[in-house]
């Protein structure tokens, strides 16, 4: 009995040391200030008005505050102990999924808390949808093009989506512009559903991909800049 519980408390001690040392090689406590300092944006400025290019129509700022969300939740993938996370069991590898989750978690109270500051609350369920989508589409970036550049997607599709994905004279919105849809969109939600899904799977198979080819060709992987 003894030693059963000699070998669950070292267990449980590891555990707790492999996640601190994922915190610290993720590097949570300055994208937590990045989070807050969007929030304070969100807070002070939400309720301001932004004029769209190319028309009349204009939006709260807080209804863009998703994408620089998004963008902090997507770094949070790289690690700085890349290359020794190629190595490790499967339970490192797993740690991938509980930052997104966590992050993930953390950055839809912290919004909703700050729209709740700044007047703005009516955004929130938009504005939570649209952080779980930017959110799966910088993921998908961080899996493509590098988990340093999980910012890359949401950025570049942003000015793209809000421009033309504009309303026709029906007033109706292009399917593919899921951002733009109402917050009441079953089909907008289904389709977040699938890109913040998406996005998780390739993570997952892209750390699956990095450390069958570390064992294959450790010396370039960890010269790699992931």
Known sequence: MLDRLQRGAGHCTEGV???ALACRSRHVGFHVMAMLLVSATCVIWGQNTLLLPGGNETLPLAILMPVPY????ASMIRSSMHSFENTASLSIARLDFYVITLALVL???LAVG???LGGTLGLAPLVVRNIVFWSGV?????ALVGRSLGWVLPI???VPLYESGRADSDGQIPLW???RHPADSPWSWFVTALVVAAGVIM???SSAWRRSRFSRFPLFIAMRRD
């Not at 998004?70 to 939740?73: D, E, L, Q, R, S």
């Open 138 to 142: 910088g993921f998908t970036s961080a």
């Open 114 to 116: 700050s729209l709740a």
């Open 107 to 109: 950055t839809l109270l």
């Open 70 to 73: 998004a963008c902090i939740v």
């Open 203 to 205: 993570i997952g198979r």
């Open 17 to 19: 040391g492999i996640v």
């Open 156 to 158: 570049l599709l942003l």
């Open 177 to 179: 512009a899921i951002a």
